[in-house]
């Protein structure tokens, strides 16, 4: 494999976040051993809570908590409410990444306008 250089430099030390996905054993092992984040995608908050049962044990192993790491996840509903966001805070989640499937600016705006006013503002008081 060719070698491969990297400029500018990150600026965050020792390095960037390191995200890793999946839900298989294998790829949970390699967020307990590797990374610094665990985001999942377009799994309900049952699936997400079974992967941090499975990781637990696996962080455990190397001399690490779930405390090391943050949980993303990226639901692909564009309606998703705000129950939902609670479910999945529950089940671990730290962050939300919202997918648009806007496909001009005035509906980037909308969905923006929506999601601030049904789920951002709401969610400051959870």
């Known amino acids: 494999m060719p070698s491969c250089e990297l400029y500018p430099k990150p600026t965050q030390k020792p390095h960037p976040p390191i995200y890793c996905g999946g839900e298989t054993v294998a ?3 390699r967020v307990a051993t590797h990374c610094n984040d665990w985001i999942t995608v377009d799994n309900s ?3 997400i809570k079974a992967g941090v049962d ?3 044990p696996l962080l455990d192993d190397v001399e690490r908590s779930l405390s090391d ?6 639901p692909f509903d564009p309606n998703i409410e705000l ?4 479910r999945y805070r529950d ?6 990444v919202l997918v648009t499937r806007s496909t001009n600016a005035d509906e980037l705006l909308r969905d923006l306008d929506h ?3 049904r789920l951002v503002e709401p969610a400051k008081n959870m």
């Open 27 to 29: 790829a949970l092992r």
């Open 45 to 47: 908050p049952e699936v």
């Open 54 to 56: 499975k990781l637990k």
């Open 69 to 74: 790491i943050k949980i993303h996840h990226a």
């Open 83 to 86: 129950d939902t966001v609670k």
């Open 91 to 96: 089940a671990g989640v730290n962050q939300i």
């Open 115 to 117: 999601w601030a006013e």
